[in-house]
Each structure stands twice: as C-alpha cells, then as structure tokens.
C-alpha cells in the first residue's frame, strides 16, 4: 500500500515570488509519481508526471517537479507565480507493477493561492 | 480525442432519495473506469472502480453502489442517500503508465 503525504494545507505567496509545494510518500514497490491542477468546481488536470529516466520534470504552465528516491519526495516548484495559478493541487502515486489495476493514491491537497 | 462526459453538473438531493451519476467516455475502448469523492476540505477517495463490463470493485464501504452496463459508461447509484454522501463526485479513466484522465465531475448536495 502507499501513502501520499502534501506537508501543506495552503500555501499564500506574492505574485512573481517563486513556489515550492511539498509532497512525500511512502511504498514498498516502485511507483509512478503525479501532480493535479484543480481549478474551482473543476475537475482535475495532470500537470507533470514522473515515470523515469530524469528527476528532474517539466510540466505545463511553467511547473517542475523534482523525484527524490532516497527522502521519497516528488516537491513541485515554480520560479514565478500569476495570479491565475491560485488553485488546489494534488500529489499522487501509482504502482508500476502489481494488481492495484492502475489506482492512484492522492495526498490531501495543498491550496496555492498567488496574491497580487 | 479523449473526452469525459459527467451528468449532471449540479445536484441538489433530499436525505433519503435515490441517486444517478452518470460518466460516458470518448476516444478510448475498454478503459478502466474510476469513481472518485471530493468531500470539503478533504482530498480524493477512491469509491469505486472497474476493468470492464458488469466488473465493479469497490474501496471502501459506504451507502454507493456503481454499475458499468456498457463500455464506455460507469454509474454511480445510491438508493437512499445521507448527508455524509454531499461531495464532488469525480469519474476518470487510466491512460498509459497509469495517468488517469479526469470529466468535469457532479457537485452533489445532500439537504
């Protein structure tokens, strides 16, 4: 089983000023590693994922994530934030192998919100 | 293309009743199908999800059931409906190296 854990709730910030929000999670097996964009009454939209290869991922609107295997941490930066980024985003992780038939665990969301 | 289709977008429900959510998908065949619960302040659950026609798995014990009659559309049903059921109600679908793909989702209110 894995666990998903966002080290905050809300995160307020100027706009320009750059952003990091925390993610770390815990699993026994390898696994694939995911942030979601959620704008109000919206649904969820992927904004990078970490499958292989480099730690270092790049993701829409600015947004990357760096995989850190040994202190299991997948943290999401971006160096200068608008206002149009104020909005919930959530961690996730995924089994590479085994049954869990491709279900994702989420972390309990961290609401960024950029003031001007 | 992929597209998600929730229905309906909004939902105002008495304690008591019955309940029908519905989620079709475009562009894909035989997907693996989520049902997802967004409750205020809090992040996303797993309910539901299913690997194909007539096979549901459920997560967690609750007063929902879910259905999958065709290939491309997963129910979401209750036949009395609590309070505690209020929620953002999420249907997904697994693409490649297990992303999934989120519809629009159902606001539901249980009064």
């Known amino acids: 089983a894995q666990s998903v854990t966002q080290l905050d709730s809300q995160v307020p910030v100027f706009e320009e000023a750059p952003v990091e929000l925390r993610c770390n999670y815990s699993?026994?097996?390898?696994?694939?590693l995911f942030w979601y964009v959620q704008y109000p009454n919206q649904g969820l939209q992927l904004l990078l994922k970490y499958l292989s290869g480099s730690t270092l991922v790049k993701g829409i609107n600015g947004f990357e994530a760096e995989f850190n295997k040994s202190q299991t941490s997948f943290h999401l930066r971006k160096p200068s934030v608008h206002i149009s980024d104020t909005a919930e985003y959530f961690c996730a992780v995924s089994e590479i192998h085994g049954t869990s038939y491709g279900k994702l665990t989420f972390g309990q969301g961290t609401i960024l919100t950029v003031h001007p | 293309s992929q597209t998600i289709h929730q229905w309906p977008a909004t939902l105002v429900q008495p304690v008591g009743s019955p309940l029908s959510l519905e989620c079709t998908v475009e562009?894909?065949?035989?997907?693996?199908l989520y049902w997802y619960r967004q409750a205020a302040g809090r992040g996303l659950q797993l309910l539901f999800y299913?690997?194909?026609?007539?096979?549901i798995s459920s997560e967690v014990p609750q007063n929902l059931s879910a259905s999958r009659p065709q290939d491309r559309q997963f129910i979401l049903s209750s036949k009395k409906l609590l309070l505690s059921d209020s929620g953002f109600y999420l249907c997904?679908?697994?693409?490649?190296?297990?992303?999934?793909?989120f519809g629009p989702g159902t606001r539901l209110t249980v009064l």
């Open positions: 562009g894909t065949s035989n997907p693996n």
């Open positions: 299913s690997v194909g026609i007539g096979q």
């Open positions: 997904a679908w697994r693409l490649l190296s297990n992303e999934q793909f």
């Open positions: 699993s026994s097996v390898s696994v694939y």
